[in-house]
């Protein structure tokens, strides 16, 4: 049966449209609303609030308090030039700490945040890469992660400024300066008289606690009367880098625990706010509460988590609603001073007043870290939904245990041989062997199939115009030989790999154990860093800072900022497959098909090409090297098939032989005596 590139064509044209549907179905499932002027839209406005509950008790201690005058001047006291605060420490050492967070003093957010275990670029000779940055927004005011942004009293007409030049550094008591601070900030009455003080405390002891960060925040009642705070901004992490060379994977995420127990994860892409600023609230459920909220980008999260109190699930987030921002942070790239980036927003809502001495206490949990499997799938992350993080990268079309079972194989491997690279080409080798029985099947069939050609061409000549009748023979011809009359049978090797192509891009793309790893070390240049194009040839090297961009391509390989030898040599692969495949030589007997033989011999390889071109290099070494095993492996084959062959006709000939001499000469029979009638 030959191959018809109308039918292929055809096919390619359904896949494109099924992408392209799903794209669209993804923008419709995330809709977002619009904020005003660049400002978070709270969807608990002050008039809107409902009113508020019963004191719940005071706290122990008698604070400082003050008698309030009617209609008189509240405002922010304000502290200039407060020094930063550094947490942490920058070393490598498991039992010490995993980054040095720097908390800035004006904002009392955080100003930058190191970790001790990563780098920015593989060629960078120390640790410490920049998870959390500080920002500007639109009117270039500063903003960083953990930042109060504004704040709101009952009864007040005045929403009071808490983002800089507010903040006080107070020492906790018993623990080292490195350790744990306390910044505070007090909404004061007339010329001094405190009426509200806002205190941020951060913790961040060393040892086994991963990647976590406690902050606390506490609004203490200065007054002689009870106080209700309506809400009160809290932005999220902000500032990361992008890591993506083929698109801005950035975004920021909100998960909620909805019916049943299930997590679901709710995402703004940040090129989906730099389209459409005026919309900007992240996609909620109908029904669940807030588990965690924060940002993202290809390797590294930081995921803000507010805690429970002893009552219940987390309730003081307004409206369990998440909003974002359009940022600026800057950049190295020359000519440019900055880069978009987004930050997330909620709004943190007091349910109950606050008494006279008494305070409001609101505990989260920060994870300042990579997005790792080995990390998520422990307590607490499993029951909060951390994996989805890993997983949200995946293609829909492929399968997640099939990627956890490659992760799996490619780190045991490693661990032997501790090269991720001869990790992948081991594993090449353990699914041809797996496959290689049904690849033999198939080069079979395939080549039974070419010797029927002649066959094949006196069907067409005698029932070309008759398609059933056509193929009712073909069948019929099959079965006579022996054949497997199933045509797929000689793509079945290359759509079983498929999926493992698909699930490798998974396992490889976003994991961050591959990341900077590569199969030659740093100084070689080329093959650092699996997890990203192989980069032979940077074009910063000749002066071109930014990416070049092809019209109707750069949307499927993005902008090209190095050559990458890697595709090249994988194109170069899958044309020698294509040329001596034994499908491609049953089709030299039929004119068209050879033709169309030979245009997909030209077309295949070039759509690989663009395909894969800004693929992570461990993917693309994966395919190549299968590429090249299959050509291996299919001339092995044919030899041995070729073998069997003439020792079948050896025999053949050797028994006929053997029969001939036994019997002696063939008699001749003598003719029967004439009749003659008369």
């Known amino acids: 049966m030959d191959f018809d590139i109308k039918d292929f064509l055809k096919a390619m044209l359904v896949c494109l449209l099924l992408m392209v549907v799903w794209q669209y179905w993804m923008v419709k499932k995330n809709p977002v609303t619009p904020p005003g002027d660049s400002q978070p839209t709270s969807t608990a406005p002050p008039s809107q609030t409902p009113p508020p509950k019963e004191p719940a008790g005071t706290t122990g201690g008698e604070p400082e308090q003050a008698t309030l005058v009617p209609d008189a001047d509240w405002h922010v006291r304000v502290y200039q030039e407060t020094e930063d605060v550094v947490l942490g420490r920058r070393e490598e050492n498991e039992n010490g700490f995993r980054a040095e967070i720097i908390i800035d003093g004006a904002s009392g957010g955080l100003g930058r945040v190191l970790l001790n275990d990563y780098k920015l670029k593989v060629y960078d000779e120390q640790t410490g890469y920049p ?74 002891p060393p040892g086994s606690r991963q990647y976590n960060l406690d902050f606390e925040l506490r609004l203490v009642n200065k007054t002689r009367r009870m106080l209700t705070v309506e809400w009160v901004e809290l932005y999220g992490p902000m500032g990361l880098v992008r890591e993506a060379p083929r698109a801005d994977r950035r975004h920021i995420a909100a998960a909620y625990r909805v019916a049943g127990g299930e997590i679901e994860v709710k995402r703004q892409q940040l090129l989906n706010l730099k389209k459409k600023p005026e919309k ?234 591959i990341r900077h790893h590569g199969l030659f070390p740093a100084s070689w240049h080329w093959l650092t860093d699996l997890a990203a194009p192989d980069r032979l040839i940077p074009f910063a090297w000749f002066g071109v800072t930014k990416p070049i961009e092809i019209p109707f391509l750069s949307g499927l390989i993005g902008g090209i900022d190095a050559f990458n030898l890697l595709p090249l040599l994988l194109t170069v692969a899958m044309f020698l497959q294509m040329k001596f495949s034994p499908q491609s030589q049953m089709t030299q007997a039929n004119p068209q098909a050879a033709q169309q033989q030979k245009m997909m011999m030209y077309m295949m390889p070039v759509m690989m090409l663009l395909f894969f071109y800004s693929a992570p290099s461990g993917l693309n070494l994966y395919i190549m090297a299968s590429t090249f095993g299959g050509l291996i492996e299919q001339k092995y084959i044919r030899k041995h098939i070729q073998a069997i062959k003439e020792k079948e006709e050896e025999v053949k000939v050797t028994v006929t032989g053997k029969v001939s001499e036994k019997l002696g000469p063939r008699k001749r029979k003598s003719k029967p005596p004439k009749k003659y009638f008369s």
């Open 280 to 513: 900007n609230e992240v996609e909620k459920t109908k029904v669940g509460s807030l588990l965690w909220f924060g940002g993202a980008n290809k390797f590294f999260t930081a995921v803000l988590r507010p805690l429970p109190g002893e009552t219940g699930p987390v309730d003081y987030i307004a409206d369990n609603q998440v909003t974002g921002e359009l940022l600026r942070m800057p950049t190295e790239t020359e000519g440019e001073l900055f880069q978009d980036t987004q930050a997330s927003i909620a709004q943190v809502t007091p349910t109950d007043m606050i008494l006279a001495g008494g305070e409001a206490a609101f505990n989260f949990q920060v994870y300042l870290g990579p997005i790792s499997q080995e990390i998520f799938e422990q307590q607490p992350y499993v029951e909060l939904g951390y994996e989805q993080l890993f997983f949200s990268r995946s293609c829909f079309c492929t399968f997640t245990w099939l990627t956890k079972l490659l992760l799996g194989l490619m780190k045991t491997t490693y661990a032997a041989v501790h090269n991720y690279g001869v990790a992948i080409i081991i594993l090449v080798l353990l699914v041809r062997l797996i496959l290689h029985p049904i690849t033999k099947k198939s080069q079979v069939n395939m080549m039974k199939m070419q010797k029927l050609q002649p066959q094949m061409e006196e069907l067409r000549k005698k029932y070309g115009n008759n398609k059933q009748e056509m193929s009712k023979r073909t069948m019929e011809l099959y079965k006579d030989q022996g054949m497997a009359s199933n045509f797929l049978l000689g793509c079945l090797p290359m759509f079983l790999q498929m999926p493992i192509w698909i699930a490798l891009f998974t396992a490889v793309d976003g994991n961050v154990a």
């Open 131 to 204: 998870l959390l940055t500080q920002c500007t927004d639109q009117k270039n005011i500063p903003r960083n992660s953990l930042q109060l942004k504004r704040l709101k009293i009952t009864g007040r007409a005045e929403i009071f400024d808490l983002s800089n030049d507010c903040w006080r550094v107070i020492p906790v008591e018993g623990t080292p300066v490195n350790e744990a601070v306390s910044l505070a900030a007090t909404i004061v009455e007339g010329d001094d008289n405190p009426v509200l003080e806002v205190i941020r405390t951060y913790r961040y």
